[in-house]
């Protein structure tokens, strides 16, 4: 069987992470940093195509890396309609919603398919995004609010929580993803926990939203009351409180840390704060896996802990004390962002999977009565 080529691009805020495989072997990987100053210059994160591009190129240039023969350009998508996870073909709907960021969600990730497509027209190679953040597999009985017309879409780390996923079925079950269920958490600067159900993620936190638990930088699930007296006691603005929910909240809000290693240093240095403050999170992790555990209805194969958190030897025993009860635990330390998107694509090449054609439709538009 040919081994494929695949060259993967990974936007984020500063920096775009590259790497090029070959099957699946890593041949080549960097970050590339960008100067925070020079971002500010573009109006719109689409408008940084071209200065990410030509970084990426003299970077690779320096290396004496050619991409001459490879076979497909993969990137990390964002900023399209709900859809369900998969592989999915770069077109002009795609990139459309991409450079315009039609789901609202304003996040670098969403030049993942700009670049893709640049590199595979300069190539003549396919391009494709692999479980953008926009996957939305959620069962009916997930989404509605108790407030009418409200209903529930999530945003999770759909690519490393369904690539744990996958990879745990194949090593460990010897099974098929599609033949198991798992509660699968990402736990690093945002902190994803999903309901894996034969291959679908029905259920979730909207991490993005401010559900789930506390993250780093996140303030999590709290009381709406609680937050209109927070609003009025700070004179706070819708503005300010979108900056809790992925900026500003979490560990930064209570002691001006967005750094786990430093929070936990602090913490066996006898800042009781900040012991406090670590184990509330974890223990908030616990309640939310409790609750996709009822989700399956008990019925779990394992759960799966990914990201970069899962490092700390602490959190995974605090987790697997309380949770093993439901099923085994497994910690996968880290992230396979960039091997999930080379794999997506070559199981595509080689017939595993079928390249999925973005519709620019959501895969979900409410409930028949809120038409």
């Given at each position: 069987m040919k081994e494929y080529k695949v060259f993967a691009i990974n936007p984020g805020s500063t920096s775009t992470k590259i790497a090029?495989?070959?099957?699946?072997?890593?041949?080549?990987?960097?970050?590339?940093?960008?100067?925070?100053?020079?971002?500010?210059?573009?109006?719109?994160?689409?408008?940084?195509?071209?200065?990410?591009?030509?970084?990426?190129?003299?970077?690779l240039k320096e290396a004496n890396v050619a991409l001459d023969d490879v076979d497909v350009f993969v990137g990390r998508g964002g900023g399209l309609l709900a859809m369900e996870g998969g592989t999915?073909?770069?077109?002009?709907?795609?990139?459309?919603?991409?450079?315009?960021?039609?789901?609202?969600?304003?996040?670098?990730?969403a030049l993942g398919s700009q670049l893709a497509a640049e590199f595979a027209t300069e190539y003549g190679a396919k391009a494709m995004v692999v479980n953008p953040p926009d996957v939305d597999e959620l069962q009916d009985l997930a989404r509605m609010?108790?407030?009418?017309?409200?209903?529930?879409?999530?945003?999770?780390?759909?690519?490393?929580?369904?690539?744990?996923?996958?990879?745990?079925?194949?090593?460990?079950?010897?099974?098929?993803?599609?033949?198991?269920?798992?509660?699968?958490?990402?736990?690093?600067?945002?902190?994803?926990?999903?309901?894996?159900?034969?291959?679908?993620?029905?259920?979730?936190?909207?991490?993005?939203?401010g559900e789930g638990p506390m993250a780093p930088t996140r303030c999590g699930s709290i009381s709406v009351s609680d937050l209109l007296g927070y609003m009025e006691k700070n004179n706070c603005v819708i503005k300010d409180v979108?900056?809790?929910?992925?900026?500003?909240?979490?560990?930064?809000s209570h002691v001006g840390i967005s750094d786990a290693l430093e929070l936990t240093r602090c913490a066996k240095n006898g800042d009781r704060y900040a012991e406090m403050l670590w184990n509330t999170m974890i223990y908030q992790?616990?309640?939310?896996?409790?609750s996709m555990a009822a989700v399956l209805h008990g019925e779990v194969d394992g759960i799966l802990l990914g990201g970069g958190m899962v490092h700390n030897q602490d959190l995974v025993e605090q987790i697997t004390d309380a949770c093993s009860f439901i099923a085994p635990v497994t910690a996968y330390p880290g992230e396979f962002e960039m091997?999930?998107?080379?794999?997506?694509?070559?199981r595509v090449l080689n017939g595993e999977e079928v390249l999925k054609k973005y519709t620019g439709e959501p895969v979900w538009t409410g409930f028949d009565w809120d038409q």
């Open positions: 090029l495989f070959q099957g699946e072997n890593c041949l080549y990987t960097q970050n590339v940093s960008h100067d925070a100053q020079e971002l500010a210059n573009y109006e719109t994160i689409s408008d940084q195509l071209l200065y990410r591009r030509n970084m990426i190129l003299d970077l999915y073909e770069v077109d002009e709907q795609m990139l459309d919603h991409a450079r315009r960021m039609a789901n609202g969600v304003i996040h670098p990730a609010t108790g407030i009418k017309g409200v209903n529930r879409v999530i945003h999770l780390h759909a690519l490393n929580l369904k690539e744990t996923a996958i990879r745990h079925s194949k090593q460990v079950l010897h099974k098929k993803y599609e033949e198991a269920n798992y509660i699968v958490c990402h736990i690093g600067g945002g902190i994803s926990v999903s309901a894996h159900k034969k291959g679908k993620m029905i259920d979730g936190f909207d991490i993005v939203g979108k900056a809790l929910l992925t900026k500003s909240g979490g560990f930064v992790i616990e309640k939310c896996i409790g091997e999930a998107m080379a794999a997506g694509a070559i």
